[in-house]
């Protein structure tokens, strides 16, 4: 019975390189600024993108990585962080394209 306590116990137990408070508000971040990023200065848009992508795929590979000590919240975390990464690229790549037409337009 302590065993199984234990293990309830640490269910929420987070790794800070993989749900770290840190990780988590960069990512909020920096899907905030990109969605701004696009709709103020669509021409800078591309570079921040990368960076995202990047960065969203550097979390999924340490994740891939820690595969085998990594708990259901954990990998709940990051598909959670990736699905926000997902999304800010999506919608960052909408509004660019808008951006990027509507400049096109006014030539």
């Known amino acids: 019975m302590d065993n199984a306590a234990n293990e309830c116990a640490k269910y929420a137990d987070s790794n ?29 848009a591309p570079i921040a993108l990368w960076t995202f992508i990047a960065t969203s795929a550097g979390l999924v590979l340490a994740a891939i990585i820690i595969r085998d000590q990594l708990t259901l919240f954990q990998a709940l975390q990051v598909s959670n962080l990736v699905w926000l990464a997902n999304f800010g690229t999506f919608f960052a790549l909408a509004s660019y394209s808008r951006q990027k037409a ?3 337009k006014e030539k």
């Open 16 to 44: 800070p390189d993989i749900s770290g408070v840190g990780v988590r508000v960069s990512f909020y971040l920096q899907t905030f600024l990109l969605v701004l990023l696009v709709d103020r200065s669509w021409q800078n």
């Open 102 to 104: 509507a400049s096109h």
